[in-house]
């Protein structure tokens, strides 16, 4: 830590207004950014955060986006498939009931959890961060809700599971008759959405957003 700022006159500023690096632990003034700019840790590159423009409104039009597909990504066919003069119609929820029907409980719960009940907890308590924000009420309930997010995230893979899907479908398609359905492409939108979303809602304007002006200073 021998940059600029002594490393004693950097511990006696307030802990506002420091910043340390994610990357490689560089501990910094934390510089004051204008609409739309970027912060980039000056030893290593990393980004430390970026200012993006109207952040809540934004992130709020994708969560909506992403919750209406979130339905027809998970009870519409991801696929018909016709085997031997045999039809069958495929969606997640029936995957799921299949799954436990077939004696793999432990499995279809994994699949249930990590495929559609997590990635729904994650887009509300989303949701509820933004109206907290966007409303100003309730706004230690909305740092609550955006901890709970926070540990969450590594527990919705619906990468994996669309990997899976896919892989599925090529080795079907050598045997059987086999039509994309419309949850197919409401799931790929969903996961696009997503990522969106992960990228827009920039978490430093969150959690900064979050602990200003809170009516009963919920800590
Ligand atoms: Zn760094």
Redesign the pocket.
Known sequence: MNNSPSSKELLELPLEKLIA?H??D?LMLKPELADGETAE?P??G?ELYTNRHQVVRRSMALVIAALLLYVPANFYPIMRLNLLGQASVDTLWSAVVGLYNNGMEGVAVVVFLCSMAVPLLKLLCQFAVLLSIHFNIGRSYGLLLYRIYHHMRDWGMLEVYLMGILVALVKLADMADVTLGMGLMCFIALLLVQIWLEVTMSPHQIWEALSQEQPHAGN
Do not use: G, I, S
């Open positions: 690096c990357e490689c560089l840790c030893r290593c990393f």
